[in-house]
């Protein structure tokens, strides 16, 4: 047993570590965060070059066929440098989702398009009477005999403002809470009838709302089975998942680290605070929180690796461990940060908003504690 | 001990009530909804306050209180809350007030005493400083005695509504001889002296609560300090005493619980609501006995005080937990909005319309246990003061 990288999983880790570290400074950051499209375009084609784009898919997709750990590596570089880039939302989500059901024609154009750079695309999967159920979907779509006509709204569409195309979430069959009977269709974000309006969210990044009002799409739009769709959604919430808690077990790091080097810095009373034992056992505990779930992050990405059993549970577990314990930790730094904290000279209220919004993502601590204690029972 | 309600409270309490529901409009209510205040509509409440004769409860009755029972307090307190009505802003009625009638000189209580009653002028605070946080005596901000004037220099932080300030009252180093406490004086400043000057400080909930203020070769009247050169850090004492116990905000935290309860009783989520969720109700459940305690806590500390005297050391009790429920009650309403709670508010609500106020209130809220002196210092002092450790 060992926990050691690759050569290959070091070469990407030290790859993406240096362009966080000399291209990612917060000032950078904001700036990106500030501009129109809410992040930067010189960025992504530095991704595409780097091939970091095409990490998670096969050979024959056009990737590297990296896995669960590959995409581990990054997102946790990417925590740490709190990245704008759509990389989740149209890799990780929308990649995945092609990756999986696509068919031949959906994955030469599609994720051809990821992969080079030139096609951002978004998942549209929330609704606001969902709350955390992934199979809560009323926006319907009705068939005919050129393809589909989709009314509904989306909620929190991540990027979903600057995506050219939107893979939807869509019933065509059943009630809003039934898990067969959802559809997975891909629309232009241009077609008529789709309206989108982009929001900014607190962590500096961006989402939309959209509506679809009778707006059609031809059969080739279908990705994946009718009314099948569940599954693969779940499948690619457990990825997101695991995407989303690395990148906050990045962030963690940083918010002990940059708290610890600030005590050091900051004097009262005469000496540096780093020197009150109060404070020190309080960092020490945002260490160890940081530490467990870093382990939590290990053991979900490796058991869905190999494929185990209880990857479900160990995924809920991780789910509910990051959201308690990375806001417990970004709290604490706001805290020890003193007036700083509040301020937006500092990173630290950014890593806060970021680690709640990526607590909200994909289920919270409640909803997960509450699926793990149905998945362990006796 | 008893703690029933005579005959005469039940019947102030509906004078209270009645009182607010004529007067607390929805306007009134948009004075104060997170972070930021609007200044106009908090002027406007504070004078139908103040012509009500009911703005300034902690004052003596002779200068323009309201001679209450701490049981009156209690029913005003907590009436407004529950009516939606903002508090008042505390750094002229609550904070440089006590410290003026307790410690001025006639000359300034009749100068300044009536325009804070009638909230003609907006007050600040100027006592940290970026070297001078919890360690509050090591502030710098030097005031040089030149003729009849002193000369101030130097800098203050985290000024709350410095922008819309007219007078700021500092704390001033006068004295760097023996020790660092007894070279402090207390100085009342006019915003528009020349030197002063306000920026603006950019903070982590997007609104303008926070500022820094600057002073360059600023010329107050020896007049306007208020009792004796370097004795400033006793009374300041008094005043953060004063403003503990203001922080605690039991009354505000019991209107947030109820308003949130009321949010997951009526959000659908699924075939059901919000509230059905055992463990979001159980959070919910056990804030509020934190709350239940801390009401009896506060009770018990303002029973002591009106038998005599200022809060004690134990003040910082009511500071440390009373701020620590706002956060969890803060918190739990962020999570009761989900997804809303995390899209910044460009002018247009999105979502349920609970959702930019919570999570607004979250983030300033972040600022409570920083404030008025940090969570840290406070178990200091009951550490030092109260365990004598």
Same mark, same amino acid.
């Given at each position: ?15 993406? #570590? ?18 129109? #499209? ?182 080739? =739009? ?55 034992? =109060? ?100 | ?6 005959? &005469? ?67 005003? &307190?907590? &009436? ?50 970026? *070297? ?123 209107? *947030? ?133």
């Amino acid at each position: 047993m060992n926990f050691d990288f690759s050569e290959e999983q070091t070469l990407l880790k030290d790859s993406v #570590a240096k362009f966080i570290q000399n291209e990612y400074s917060y000032e950078a950051r904001q700036k990106n965060s500030q501009s129109d #499209a809410g992040y930067s375009e010189k960025n992504w084609s530095t991704f595409a070059e780097l091939g970091w784009l095409c990490v998670p898919f096969t050979e024959e997709q056009g990737g590297i066929g990296g896995g669960p750990v590959e995409m581990m590596i990054m997102m946790e570089e990417f925590g740490k440098g709190l990245v704008v880039e759509p990389y989740f939302s149209s890799v990780v989500l929308s990649g995945g989702l092609l990756a999986k059901v696509g068919n031949e024609n959906q994955q030469a154009e599609l994720i051809t398009g990821i992969i080079d750079g030139s096609k951002k695309i978004a998942f549209a999967y929330n609704e606001s009477q969902a709350r955390f159920d992934l199979h809560n979907v009323a926006t319907q779509a009705e068939k005919n005999d050129q393809g589909y006509v989709i009314n509904g709204n989306k909620s929190l569409v991540l990027h979903g403002a600057s995506a050219d195309l939107l893979i939807v979430s869509v019933r065509t069959s059943g009630e809003s809470l039934d898990r067969d009977g959802i559809t997975l269709l891909v629309v232009p974000a241009n077609a008529e009838g789709v309206t989108v309006k982009a929001t900014r969210t607190l962590d500096g990044q961006r989402a939309a709302e959209v509506q679809f009002a009778n707006v059609a799409v031809g059969s080739d =739009a279908l990705l994946g089975e009718e009314g099948k769709a569940a599954s693969v959604i779940d499948q690619v919430a457990d990825e997101a998942i695991l995407a989303l808690c690395a990148e906050a077990v990045g962030s963690m790091e940083k918010l002990y680290k940059d708290t610890v080097a600030y005590t050091k810095e900051r004097k009262q009373f005469g000496v540096a605070i780093s020197g009150f034992q =109060a404070l020190q056992h309080r960092m020490v505990d945002m260490f160890t929180a940081h530490e467990q779930c870093k382990s939590l992050l290990l053991r979900a990405v490796l058991s869905y690796a190999a494929g185990d059993s209880d990857v479900a549970k160990n995924i809920a577990a991780l789910k509910y461990q990051v959201g308690v314990s990375g806001q417990a930790v970004a709290h604490e730094a706001v805290q020890i940060h003193g007036g700083m904290g509040m301020t937006d000279e500092m990173s630290v209220g950014m890593y806060l908003k970021r680690i709640n919004m990526i607590n909200t993502l994909f289920g919270n601590a409640d909803y997960h504690l509450q699926r793990f204690a149905e998945l362990s029972a006796a | 001990m008893d703690i029933q309600f005579t005959p &005469e409270d039940i019947a102030f309490q509906k004078e209270v009530r009645a009182f607010l529901s004529e007067n607390v409009t929805d306007e009134i209510r948009r004075g104060y909804t997170g972070g930021e205040v609007d200044p106009d509509i908090m002027v406007k409440w504070q004078k139908i306050l103040h012509k009500k004769g009911w703005v300034a409860p902690n004052w003596p009755a002779e200068i323009g209180g309201t001679g209450w029972t701490i049981t009156q307090k209690y029913i005003f &307190e907590n &009436e407004c809350a529950d009516s939606g009505a903002p508090s008042v802003i505390p750094f002229g009625l609550k904070m440089v007030a006590p410290v003026i009638y307790t410690f001025g000189s006639d000359e300034q209580k009749k100068r300044f005493l009536p325009d804070i009653l009638e909230s003609n002028v907006w007050w600040c605070q100027g006592y940290s400083e970026p *070297g001078a946080g919890s360690d509050l005596a090591a502030l710098q901000t030097k005031a040089e005695l030149d003729g009849d004037h002193y000369v101030v220099n130097g800098q203050k932080i985290w000024t709350t509504y410095a922008q819309d300030a007219d007078w700021i009252f500092c704390l001033v180093r006068t004295s760097s001889e023996g020790k660092r406490q007894a070279g402090i004086s207390f100085l009342l400043i006019d915003m528009k002296t020349p030197g002063v000057e306000v920026r603006k400080i950019d903070t982590i909930d997007n609104q303008h609560t926070l500022n820094e203020v600057f002073f360059d070769n600023v010329r107050v009247p020896v007049e306007n300090r208020i009792g004796e050169e370097n004795k400033g850090w006793t009374y300041a004492k008094v005043l953060l005493t004063h403003e503990r116990t203001a922080i605690a905000g039991v009354a505000q935290s019991k209107k *947030g619980l109820q308003k949130l309860k009321e949010f997951t009783a009526q959000e659908k989520v699924g075939a059901g609501v919000l509230a059905d969720d055992p463990l979001l109700a159980a959070k919910i459940a056990k804030v509020e006995i934190d709350l239940m305690a801390l009401e009896y806590t506060e009770l018990r500390a303002i029973a002591s005080v009106s038998a005599g005297g200022a809060p004690g050391p134990e003040s910082s009790i009511l500071k440390i937990r009373g701020t620590e429920i706002q956060q969890a009650v803060s918190e739990l309403t962020i999570e009761a909005c989900g997804h809303y709670a995390h899209i910044l508010n460009d002018g247009e609500a999105i979502g349920n319309d609970m959702s930019w106020v919570a999570s607004a209130k979250y983030l300033y809220g972040r600022a409570s246990t920083i404030y008025g002196g940090s969570n840290e210092v406070q178990k200091n002092i009951i550490a030092k003061m109260v365990l004598g450790l």
